[in-house]
């Protein structure tokens, strides 16, 4: 069984930073690609950043320069740092991880940029 746990989310000011982390534990021999992904209220859920096990990202437009996908591959860990919040960031923030070729969800956490 393999579980995602994510932590780090809560209310900040807009402009703000946020750090996202998200663990993964079980029985992993090895993790892929890992990335996190958001759903605003009201809308669709939606690629934030990847990163594969090598370190090559992928960011979404809307949050290049401002945010960066890191992993720690002894940890099983995924993190995404958020700097230069805005109102519109609002959204459940989760993260994915493709394990031996299946993907698996964390249950999300809520960030909420708001003065």
């Known amino acids: 069984q393999v579980q995602l746990v994510e932590s780090g989310g809560g209310l900040v000011q807009p402009g703000g930073s946020l750090r996202l982390s998200c663990a993964a534990s079980?029985?992993?021999?090895?993790?892929?690609?890992m990335g996190w992904y958001r759903q605003a209220p009201g809308k669709e859920r939606e690629l934030v950043a990847t990163?594969?096990?090598?370190?090559?990202?992928n960011y979404a437009d809307s949050i290049k320069g401002r945010f960066t996908i890191s992993r720690d591959n002894a940890k099983n860990t995924v993190y995404l740092q958020m700097n230069g919040l805005k109102p519109e960031d609002t959204a459940v923030y989760y993260c994915?991880?493709?394990?031996?070729?299946?993907?698996?969800w964390g249950a999300g956490s809520l960030v909420t940029v708001s003065s």
């Open positions: 990163i594969t096990s090598r370190g090559n990202t």
């Open positions: 994915n991880a493709n394990i031996r070729s299946r993907y698996y």
């Open positions: 079980g029985s992993i021999f090895s993790i892929g690609v």
